[in-house]
Every structure is written in structure tokens, then in C-alpha cells.
């Protein structure tokens, strides 16, 4: 046998356990990347799409698009601060 020929040999022997080595790890990492994908990217969309929506229980959602970030509390139409300490639904600090 010849240098080249034990080389192909090898070759094919190796390629076909990185090839299960790779279904292995890609079946072991399923799992986790679908729980990411799952519980932190589906809230974020779902949150986001909740976002642009008014929506009363019971109800089905009614679309505003942007409507709700303009009618932020504690902000006038053109966005910026009122003066009134009536209008913020939080308390102030004293310091």
C-alpha cells in the first residue's frame, strides 16, 4: 500500500465521523437554540406587535400603529415634558 492510498483511507473513515459528530452536536444544540428562540425572541415579537395595538380583554385587537408611543404620559403632542406634576402618573423625588 502505497502513502497516498492509507491517507484516503483514513480520510474517508474521518469524514464520516465528523459528519456524525456534526448531526450529534447539531441534535445536542436543537434544544437549546428552540428555547431561545421560544422564550426570548416569540415575547419580544409578540410585545412589540402588542405595542402597536389597543387591546381590551374579550375584545379583538384594534391596530393604532404609533398612536400609542404619541400619546406617551407626561408628553404634549410635539413630545416634549408639561410642567404640571398633575399630569405624571409616577411620584416625583424630592431630590
Do not use: D, K
Not at 9 to 32: D, H, K, N
Not at 39 to 52: C, E, K, V
Not at 70 to 84: D, E, H, K, V
Request: overall charge positive; aromatic content about 12%; hydrophobic content about 40%.
Amino acid at each position: 500500500m502505497t502513502a497516498t492510498a492509507l491517507c484516503h483511507g483514513t480520510r474517508r473513515g474521518r469524514s464520516g465521523l465528523i459528519r456524525t459528530e456534526r448531526r450529534w452536536g447539531i441534535v445536542l444544540a436543537l434544544p437549546a437554540v428552540l428555547g431561545f428562540v421560544i422564550f426570548t425572541i416569540g415575547p419580544m415579537i409578540a410585545s412589540f406587535f402588542f405595542s402597536l395595538t389597543e387591546w381590551v380583554i374579550g375584545a379583538p385587537p384594534a391596530f393604532v400603529g404609533i398612536g400609542n408611543y404619541q400619546s406617551w404620559p407626561g408628553t404634549t403632542c410635539s413630545g416634549s415634558r408639561s410642567a404640571s406634576p398633575a399630569t405624571t402618573p409616577w411620584p416625583r423625588s424630592r431630590w
